[in-house]
């Protein structure tokens, strides 16, 4: 909803509002903002919202007092992780809607996401998880600077150079999502295309938007998928099938370090151990523990 339509007070609370660094600061924002909103029928939604926004950062705040845990929500790392950054209303949201299946708010306001939401997705046997932060400035910082990949999302040009300031600190790799490309004809989209190629080649990067086809969805999987210096790694017994949920290795892992991540010790017990697949000369090749592994192998081992 337009806010050139409200009050000079609102404007000034709402402006005040997005730059608020805490949540003590956003509450009385919002508190001038319910006061000044039109209490006419056409605002209802408008009115609705602001005081879920209230509602919510209040007991947020509430849980928070009461945890002693500040910002800090309880996420436990997971083999592969990517973390949605970027400004508010960019639509980080609505990717990790896409992407997980899995319910959050989206709304055309800023910093609908006031806290971290988890997720994960599926790429070809590989769980990744995913988690949608809050906006710049409100976003979780150690998150940020800890995490594999950071999904940078923007929906315009100028952000890019902005978000940097953000995230400089980070040891994770960089996707930049473009977003809402939905909105940029063929002629901007060519225009945004040549202005990355020239004053950000060093970006990695993927025009995406809502509603993707089957064949966008998996390209953008994939793109994170890769950044991941991890190997899949199928496990079997004899004559069985190969295990449908793969083991995830860091690249260049032996195979004494796949058989320690099945169990501690479970490598000194191995009598024989076979292997098919990319790093095998022939399938069902006998290798020692020495042998480095790579993406999509299967090994097989008879224990003592
Ligand atoms: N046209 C278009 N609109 C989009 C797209 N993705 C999201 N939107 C809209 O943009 C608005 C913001 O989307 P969100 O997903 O809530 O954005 P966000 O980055 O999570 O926002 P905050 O959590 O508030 O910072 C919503 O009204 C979405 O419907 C897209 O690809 N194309
Ligand atoms: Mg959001």
Redo the contacts with the bound molecule.
């Keep these: 909803m337009a806010s050139t339509n409200q009050s000079p007070f609102y404007q000034k609370a709402e402006e005040e509002y997005l730059k608020a660094a805490t949540d003590k600061e956003r509450l009385e924002c919002l508190e001038i903002m319910m006061k000044e909103v039109p209490k006419h029928k056409s605002s209802e939604k408008m009115r609705k919202n602001l005081t879920n926004r209230y509602k919510k950062i209040k007991s947020s705040v509430a849980k928070q007092k009461s945890s002693g845990k500040g910002n800090q929500v309880g996420i436990k790392k997971a083999d592969m992780q990517c973390v949605?950054a970027?400004?508010?209303?960019?639509?980080?949201?609505?990717?990790?809607?896409t992407l997980t299946e899995q319910p959050t708010?989206?709304?055309?306001?800023?910093?609908?996401?006031?806290q971290a939401q988890l997720g994960t997705f599926l790429h070809e046997d590989a769980q990744i998880q995913i988690i949608?932060i809050?906006?710049f400035p409100n976003h979780d910082k150690s998150l940020i600077n800890s995490t594999d990949t950071l999904l940078i999302?923007v929906?315009n040009i100028d952000q890019i150079k902005k978000a940097e300031d953000f995230y400089y600190r980070t040891k994770a790799k960089i996707i930049l999502i473009f977003?809402?490309?939905?909105?940029l004809s063929e002629t901007e989209k060519r225009k945004v295309k040549a202005t990355l190629k020239s004053k950000f080649r060093n970006y990695d990067y993927i025009f995406?938007?809502?509603?993707p086809t089957k064949i966008e969805l998996r390209k953008i999987k994939r793109k994170i998928f890769k950044t991941f210096p991890i190997i899949r790694i199928y496990t079997k017994e004899p004559k069985k099938q190969p295990s449908k949920d793969p083991m995830i290795l860091k690249q260049n892992s032996t195979f004494k370090d796949a058989a320690e991540k099945v169990r501690k010790g479970m490598s000194k017990k191995i009598k024989r151990s076979r292997i098919w697949g990319p790093s095998s000369k022939f399938g069902g090749q006998v290798i020692g523990l020495n042998h480095v592994l790579k993406d999509k192998d299967v090994i097989e081992f008879l224990i003592v």
Excluded: M, Q, V
């Design positions: 949605l970027g400004f508010p209303n960019t639509g980080k949201s609505t990717i990790f809607k708010k989206t709304s055309p306001h800023p910093f609908t996401t006031y949608d809050p906006s999302t929906d977003n809402k490309s939905d909105l995406f938007s809502k509603n």
